[in-house]
Nanobody, 112 residues
């Protein structure tokens, strides 16, 4: 199993980024996926999830700003992040839910 996260970077507050997580080594369409983040000195937290059927749920801190989608042809899950805030600064990880399969993380830094 491989989960390759990409798309992180430095953005100003109010800006947008789209993260990607390319999956391989398992049947993507049968698996729910999740995005997590870990800020310096803090525990890793759930950002949101998407079911195998494409229904997404979000944590309260990102609801209305972030959107999770998936592309079944590309075996990729996306995290569209809008109206970014400095408190969104973290390393973002994708995960195949209900397993110990994690991506390597991609850094997102939001400047004020």
């Amino acid at each position: 199993v491989q989960l390759q996260a990409s798309g992180g970077g430095l953005v100003q507050a109010g800006g947008s980024l789209r993260l990607s997580c390319a999956a391989s080594g398992f049947i993507f369409r049968f698996n729910a996926m999740g995005w997590y983040r870990q800020a310096p000195g803090k525990q890793r937290e759930l950002v949101g999830t998407i079911t195998s059927g494409g229904s997404a749920n979000y944590s309260a801190s990102v609801e209305g700003r972030f959107i999770i989608t998936r592309d079944y042809k590309k075996n990729t899950v996306y995290l569209q992040m809008n109206n970014l805030k400095p408190e969104d600064t973290a390393v973002y990880y994708c995960r195949r839910l209900a397993t110990s399969d994690w991506g390597q993380g991609t850094q997102v830094t939001v400047s004020s």
